[in-house]
């Protein structure tokens, strides 16, 4: 009887051995679900950092063993050459666009620790027969966000994506002394040093809409928006929900508002500082009293709504607490202001989505007058 032979195997052989028979990284199985991470990681916004986390990877390892789940640094270049053929595809399409309509605006994030300029482009596709809006450049800005800081951010966009100048239609923003300012330098091609830097996406931190450090809004006359000549080259047009905005708080500046408002914040501070006056008024009525801010739209309209909406349950809180509530004449002159308020936020909300469109101005603008004449005729009836 002959003994049993076995068959050694080659060097090639060792080396292409999987552990566990998991997918070669080549295989096509391996990259469609590669893919798939991929999907996830960026249509979530979640950290790749989970991929190295033992139990996601016993999670993946128990759906299917024989995929090695990827660490992060391999699915942050996954996500990287994505971006820049997605990148790629999108200059494609701008090539073959017309014109654009360039939109910017800054916000920094809370606790002011980052400051940042958006560049974002609105223009129709002729082979495609689609109107986009998409983000060009995300710039990371740094003190002082000067007109020539922004001006540089606008510039150094259209030169990524080799938008020349006579495409840019208009630039809609904010009223901000230094987008205008930074509108003209373009114009003229008046370029400072830049001062602004070219930022990746943030770390994860909440972000805050906020007017930009030139705060003041510009009182300079523009020039009239032309189509022909010189003066086509980089005309602004103001965003008309910005400009809702700015009409609320001129006319939160009356002194009969200013004063109700001023009462209202400090009762909602004064909640909101006690942990047990807070955790009391959520177990009866579901709901915390809001905080407005002065660069988030709406937020003092919010602020009072609540007020409106939980007075009931607030005012027998206050009372058991020995609080001092708001007199009857404050809860009267907060249900008028409602009233008057309440298609701003409505028509600031709906001007300020991706599916609007010019189409939609003129009929909000009506439906905001024909409300005012209608509250002017009911408080002189």
């Known amino acids: 009887m002959q003994p049993e032979t076995t068959s050694q195997k080659t060097l090639v052989q060792c080396f292409q051995r999987r552990p566990d028979s998991c997918w070669s990284v080549n295989s096509q199985e391996h990259h469609k679900r590669e893919e798939a991470l991929v999907n996830l990681f960026t249509e979530t916004g979640m950290s790749t950092r989970l991929c190295e986390q033992p139990s996601f990877r016993k999670f993946s390892s128990l759906l299917k063993p024989t995929f090695?789940?990827?660490?992060?640094a391999r699915l942050n270049g996954l996500i990287g050459a994505k971006m820049?053929?997605?990148?790629?595809?999108?200059?494609?399409?701008?090539k073959e666009a017309r014109k654009l309509m360039l939109c910017v605006d800054g916000w920094s994030k809370r606790g002011l620790t980052a400051s940042f300029m958006g560049v974002s482009a609105c223009f129709y596709h002729p082979?495609?027969?689609?109107?986009?809006?998409?983000?060009?450049?995300?710039?990371?800005?740094?003190?002082?966000?000067?007109g020539e800081a922004t001006a540089c951010c606008i510039d150094q966009t259209l030169d990524a994506w080799n938008i020349g100048?006579?495409?840019?239609l208009l630039v809609v923003a904010d009223n901000g002394a230094n987008i205008v300012k930074a509108v003209r330098m373009l114009r003229h091609e008046d370029l400072g040093v830049p001062q602004a830097q070219p930022g990746g996406p943030g770390d994860g931190q909440h972000e805050q809409w906020m007017e930009s450090d030139s705060e003041e809004e510009s009182d300079e006359g523009e020039e009239s928006i032309g189509f022909d000549g010189e003066h086509n080259k980089f005309q602004r047009m103001s965003c008309l929900a910005h400009t809702l905005q700015l009409t609320l708080k001129d006319a939160m500046k009356h002194?009969?508002?200013d004063s109700l408002i001023v009462k209202a914040r400090k009762l909602v501070h004064a909640i909101r500082k006690s942990s047990v006056a807070n955790e009391e008024l959520i177990k009866r009525c579901g709901k915390t009293l809001v905080r407005d801010c002065s660069t988030r739209w709406n937020s003092t309209y919010d602020m009072l709504k609540r007020l409106l909406d939980i007075r009931a349950e607030l005012n027998q809180l206050l009372e058991e607490l020995g609080m001092d509530t708001l007199l009857a004449s404050d809860w009267a002159k907060m249900e008028n202001l409602i009233k008057l308020f309440e298609p701003f936020p409505i028509h600031t909300d709906q001007l300020q989505s991706d599916s609007q469109s010019l189409s939609q101005v003129v009929p909000c603008l009506l439906n905001l007058e024909a409300h005012l004449q209608m509250n002017l005729r009911n408080q002189l009836a």
């Not at 082979?127 to 000067?146: I, Q, S, Y």
């Open 68 to 72: 090695k789940t990827p660490g992060a």
């Open 84 to 94: 820049d053929t997605a990148k790629q595809q999108l200059k494609e399409i701008i």
């Open 165 to 168: 100048e006579d495409r840019v």
């Open 255 to 257: 002194p009969s508002a």
């Open 127 to 146: 082979p495609g027969g689609k109107v986009h809006h998409v983000l060009l450049n995300l710039h990371r800005m740094e003190h002082p966000h000067t």
